[in-house]
C-alpha cells in the first residue's frame, strides 16, 4: 500500500518562503514522477509542478520561478521549496506519483497547510 507523508507548511508573510517535503512509502519511488498538488477552499485540486524520473522538472505558470521541486530517491522523498509566497498560495498541498500529469494513485496523504498572509 502507497503512503504519502506531507510536512512543512505553516502560515507566513507574503514574499516569506517554505520548504515542504513528502516522504513516500514504496519501492515505485525511484522510477515515477512525482507531483505536488494544491487545493485552495473551494477550488479543485491542481497540479503545481513536477519532476520526472529524470529528474526534469515543470511547473504551472502561477507558480514558475518561485517555486523549485527537487527529489531524493535515496530517501524516497520530494521537496518543493516555495519563494516569495502570495496570498494566493493558500492551500493544501499534497504530494502523488504521475501518470502522465494525472496522479496514480487514489489514496492521498493528509496534506499540509499552506497560509500566506499578514
Known amino acids: 500500500q502507497v503512503q504519502f507523508v506531507e510536512s512543512g507548511g505553516g502560515l507566513v508573510q507574503p514574499g516569506g518562503s517554505l520548504r515542504l517535503s513528502c516522504a513516500a512509502s514504496?519501492?515505485?519511488?525511484?522510477?515515477?514522477?512525482m507531483g505536488w498538488y494544491r487545493q485552495a477552499p473551494g477550488k479543485q485540486r491542481e497540479l503545481v509542478a513536477a519532476v520526472g524520473s529524470g529528474r526534469s522538472t515543470s511547473y504551472a505558470d502561477s507558480v514558475k520561478g518561485r517555486f523549485t521541486i527537487s527529489r531524493d530517491n535515496a530517501k524516497n522523498t520530494v521537496y518543493l521549496q516555495m519563494n516569495s509566497l502570495k496570498p494566493e498560495d493558500t492551500a493544501v498541498y499534497y504530494c502523488?506519483?504521475?501518470?502522465?500529469?494525472?496522479?496514480?494513485?487514489?489514496?492521498w496523504g493528509q496534506g499540509t497547510q499552506v497560509t500566506v498572509s499578514s
Open positions: 514504496g519501492s515505485f519511488f525511484s522510477i515515477y514522477a
Open positions: 502523488n506519483a504521475l501518470r502522465g500529469l494525472n496522479p496514480m494513485y487514489d489514496d
